[in-house]
């Protein structure tokens, strides 16, 4: 019957259709590894996935360059900054997963722990500054992308560091700098730079910051009894009377504020020069947040390469040669300091021509003079989903004290989920 | 014979819609029916532990999600009023006899365009920049302020900004509806004497049934799961309250890492809304005029 | 009387166009200021008109490459959407038997599943399509292609159902009666006549797919298969973004949708002697 003849033939032009699809698509994936010419032990291609847009242009440069050099490729894929993890985790959950990845150190890291290749006998693991290795039960797991800190970063025309050394001095720096018309200083409403970043000073300041972290989970010792927690409060009360409301203020206007000379301290990281020079080229330096008596800036590894120990013994060959490469041979050392402009956390990678708010870092990782960053070992999601939504309540309720303020903090801390 | 030819028919015009339907939607949602009886971190490798009922009690003592799951009716509500009155107002005007209708017509549905982040991005600028510039200089400080910053005016920031986007999107619709009422039936009409208004509420609106179930149905369902904009424009903020439903959820599982309790919030969600959207549906279809 | 009535609605039109249309404007003037300018006055005008950060756009994202993968993706999932939906939605409305409600239902209920719950599941029935029939379905244009069939599949039926109604039954059956097969009747007589609705799905899932970033983010890794959306990435950092590349992308993105519509909209418009309110 021709009704059924057609049946049939629509059938299987359609099935024709989709394999026709799936076929073209085939062909972009096959055209990796497949030129055999060049070197005698060609390496398999290797994927490269990490979260800083920022560097994004500059990784492209150096696949080229590592490609030139070598003969092997490396394809970086992209990510807009706040859907890197969930596109890697995603990606992973499809057996599809990047054959290097970045990770945050603490808590982020542990997530994804059961993909780390162990790293401990490779070479450029040997050259890795002292305390800024990242081991689990005792394996490097991974490679430091470089340093970077935060603290007070000031205006060297409207602020002298050395009067600012306590909470009365800071005090009294707002209230001058309001009497003269300046904001004396300013967080943002991000997130983290509304409270992520500053509520580290006090934990860092703990002994044994991690324990203390632990402690505060098991609901063992709450901030708002612990000393150096009191004075962040009164150091938050202040900002909050003194200073311009921190969640009118977005990263972009802090910035532009800052160097136009409206704010004289803003709580950032070296981080923020780029951004800095869109506007104008300004003389600024960092220096440690007083509290309790500290000196000392936050300066810790932002971020770690690992080697995905799912991916094939070829490619894991690959990955570490391509990491031998970027963290030991010259054009490799060259583009972390000139191209990704990183201060390394390496002993065999000099700095050099640094910005002055990582010269400020890099001064003071030399003198070890740091605090880590405690708050990467902060329960998972908990600045974004409990600690933010309270200080901004504190933002926006000027009867709200200090110690109240610290209260809601335990308060929500001990609600949210720890893993 | 014939109805085994006639159900031959049926699937190769259903069949092949149905089959890709079901491997991208259908599968994916029944594994995450699964999901959503174990306790997981979403990472593959890490281990899944089955939990039986735990995420499901665990969600109903969950204040933040229930306040979350009201804000989002409360925001639904809203945005079901104000999308669809100004979608049809806009549809009615620029298919009427004007000679600006045309490029009007494109003028509106613009917003469309620009998708999600972005959006919210803009919108900011409108509200700290604009709202507070006005504000200050007509003297209506009471109602140009900075909404974002007020926890009870962010909602309806989210709402206006929602709806001029949406809008234009269901003027789309409503004008394809209206395109499809014969003209012999509002000539006739207007031979019979019947005015603008007549025919507007005894023609117009009853041949649009159709149209109007479309839009509600998705207004209604882009505003569940309204995510974009929510994230751009308010974080979620201040103090959490228009922290919306797929928000919520994505902090669950992308935040806190608990896939298993984030899926189950999904699932009961999902049940709530799918039982109140199909009432909708079923009762405007039922008032459809079939011809 | 009639004159003023229409006057004041021709006014209203410009007035209601010109407050939709200010936050492109916003979109449009930082397109061309750089982040000083923009920090000064979100609002003002630039002090230059100068296309360069359109051509820093269109490099860095690799525009035409980007431009070509968009069309091709948008392109032939739309075409697909098109002729399943509207022959499935046909045949749910003319067979109206248990089955075919269930199947509606189905298909619109989904449409309020919040995508964010669905991805990790998809990923993983994504991965085992491609580890176990070796069909790539992730990473590859057409894996995108059936998922945007899947997940837009649902609105279109919805869309078609509603309107399928329309069409008089009566010419069906008498197209039968002259011999035609049902597959002769949906393509002669039928789908002819749902050209407006047609239309309205196109325009509809063409801005979806064409601005989707999430999907596309999740299936795509190769930089040579990046789509519009994905290739703007550059710009988007966790906590700033680089505005003037970032609007001039987005200008340059929606340009071909907004050509698009105004062709498209022409052939769903009668004749502007027949409005609907005089």
């Not at chain 2, 104000?82 to 917003?111: C, D, H, Q, Y």
């Not at chain 2, 409108?126 to 926890?151: A, H, Q, S």
């Not at chain 2, 709806?163 to 409503?174: D, E, L, N, R, V």
Request: with cysteine.
């Amino acid at each position: 019957m021709t009704n059924v003849k057609r049946f049939i033939s629509i059938m299987i032009s359609s099935v024709m259709l989709l394999t026709i699809l799936a076929a073209c698509g085939g062909n972009n994936t096959n055209n990796g590894g497949s030129n055999g010419e060049g070197g005698s032990q060609k390496l398999p291609k290797i994927s490269l996935f990490q979260s800083k847009v920022e560097i994004a242009d500059q990784l492209e440069a150096m696949a080229k360059k590592y490609k030139e050099e070598t003969g092997n490729e490396i394809e970086v894929w992209g990510s807009a900054g706040d859907n890197y993890l969930t596109q890697l985790q995603a990606k992973l959950n499809a057996g599809e997963g990047p054959t290097i990845f970045g990770v945050q150190p603490g808590a982020e890291t542990n997530k994804f722990k059961s993909y780390y290749y162990d790293m401990s006998n490779e070479s450029y693991i040997k050259n890795i500054a002292p305390n800024m290795d990242v081991k689990i039960d005792d394996k490097n797991i991974g490679v430091p992308i470089g340093v970077e800190g935060f603290g007070f970063v000031y205006n060297k025309d409207l602020v002298d560091p050395a009067k600012i050394t306590d909470l009365a001095s800071f005090k009294a720096f707002l209230e001058e700098s309001k009497a003269k018309g300046i904001n004396g200083f300013s967080l943002s409403q991000e997130a983290y730079f509304l409270i992520g970043h500053i509520l580290n000073t006090p934990f860092a300041l703990q002994a044994d910051p991690v324990a203390f972290i632990e402690k505060l989970n098991k609901g063992e010792v709450k901030m708002a009894d612990t000393k150096e927690f009191q004075e962040f409060g009164q150091f938050m009360e202040a900002i909050r009377d003194l200073a311009k409301n921190p969640l009118e203020v977005t990263y972009d206007t802090q910035m532009g504020d800052f160097a136009t000379g409206k704010t004289a301290i803003v709580h950032q990281g070296n981080w923020s020069y780029g951004m800095l020079q869109d506007y104008k080229d300004i003389n600024a330096s960092m220096m440690a947040m007083p509290l309790a008596g500290n000196t000392k800036l936050a300066v810790d590894i932002p971020g770690i390469w690992v080697i995905n120990n799912k991916a094939s013994a070829d490619q894991i060959k690959a990955a570490n040669a391509f990491l031998e490469w970027l963290y030991n041979s010259e054009t490799g050392k060259n583009i972390i300091v000139n191209e990704f402009k990183f201060i390394p956390a390496m002993t065999n990678i000099e700095t050099k021509d640094l910005d002055p708010l990582s010269q400020a870092v890099s001064e003071a990782t030399v003198s070890g003079n740091t605090i880590p960053w405690a708050l990467t070992h902060f329960p998972q999601g908990i600045i974004q989903n409990d600690l933010a939504p309270v200080t901004q309540e504190f933002f926006l309720n000027k009867s709200m004290t200090g110690a109240q303020l610290l209260q809601k903090l335990d308060e929500v801390w001990a609600k949210a989920p720890k893993q | 014979m014939n109805a085994s030819k006639n159900r031959a028919w049926y699937a190769l015009f259903t069949l092949p819609l149905l089959t890709i339907f079901s491997i991208v939607v259908l599968i994916p949602f029944a594994i995450g029916i699964y999901y959503s009886f174990i306790s997981w971190d979403g990472i593959p490798a890490n281990p899944k532990v089955f939990v039986g009922f735990d995420n499901y009690v665990h969600i109903f003592q969950d204040e933040r999600f229930m306040k979350s799951a009201w804000l989002t009716i409360k925001f639904t509500f809203l945005a079901l009023i104000i999308v669809n009155v100004m979608g049809l107002a806009l549809s009615l005007l620029v298919t009427s006899k004007l000679r600006t209708s045309n490029i009007a017509r494109t003028l509106f549905f613009m917003p469309n365009l620009i998708g999600g982040l972005i959006l919210g991005y803009i919108w900011k600028f409108i509200f700290t920049d604009v709202f507070k510039y006005v504000g200050e200089n007509t003297g209506m400080g009471g109602v140009f302020f900075n909404w974002l910053l007020n926890p009870d005016y962010a909602l309806y920031a989210i709402a206006v900004v929602f709806a001029w986007q949406m809008a234009g999107y269901t003027m789309i619709i409503y004008i394809a509806g209206i395109q499809g009422i014969p003209d012999d039936m509002m000539e006739a009409a207007k031979v019979d004497g019947a005015n603008a208004w007549h025919r507007l509420t005894k023609i117009i609106f009853p041949l649009l049934m159709p149209s109007f179930t479309i839009c509600l149905f998705l207004t209604l369902s882009g505003a569940f799961k309204i995510f974009d904009v929510n994230l751009s424009l308010t974080g979620g903020g201040p103090i959490n309250s228009t922290e919306m439903f797929a928000m919520n959820i994505f902090n669950e599982i992308f935040g806190y890492s608990r896939y298993g309790i984030g899926q189950a919030k999904a699932i009961v969600f999902f049940v709530i809304v799918a039982v109140v959207t199909l009432v909708q549906v079923y009762i405007t279809k039922k008032r459809e005029v079939q011809m | 009387m009639k004159k003023t009535s229409k006057f004041i609605l021709e006014a209203l039109l410009v007035v209601i166009a010109i407050l939709f249309l200010s936050p492109i404007y916003i979109m449009i003037v930082n397109s061309f200021k750089t982040r000083s300018e923009l920090y000064e006055n979100a609002l003002a005008l630039p002090s230059s008109f100068s296309f360069e950060y359109y051509a820093q756009a269109m490099q860095k994202m690799n525009f035409l490459t980007a431009f070509g993968n968009s069309l091709f993706v948008t392109l032939i999932s739309l075409l697909f959407i098109v002729v399943l939906a509207s022959m499935t939605a046909w045949m749910l409305v003319r067979s109206n038997n248990r089955l075919s409600q269930i199947i509606f239902m189905v298909l619109v209920s989904t449409m309020l599943i919040p995508f964010q719950t669905l991805m990790m599941p998809l990923m993983q029935v994504m991965g085992w399509i491609g580890n176990t029939l070796h069909i790539p379905m992730l990473n590859t244009h057409g894996g995108l292609i059936f998922m945007n069939v899947g997940f837009h599949a649902s609105m279109a039926v919805f869309l078609y159902h509603g309107f399928i109604k329309s069409v008089p039954i009566a010419l069906e059956e008498a197209a039968t009666l002259d011999g035609c097969t049902k597959f002769g009747v949906f393509w002669r007589i039928v789908f002819p006549m749902l050209k407006t609705i047609t239309i309205t799905v196109a325009i509809l899932d063409v801005i979806m797919m064409w601005n989707d970033y999430l999907l596309p983010s999740l299936t795509l890794s190769d930089k040579g298969l990046r789509t519009i959306p994905l290739s703007t990435f550059y710009f988007f950092g966790e906590f700033t973004i680089v505005w003037n590349l970032a609007m001039a992308g987005l200008v340059l993105s929606i340009i071909p949708v907004v050509i698009f519509y105004f062709i498209a909209q022409k052939h769903i418009i009668k004749g502007v002697a027949e409005g609907a309110v005089k």
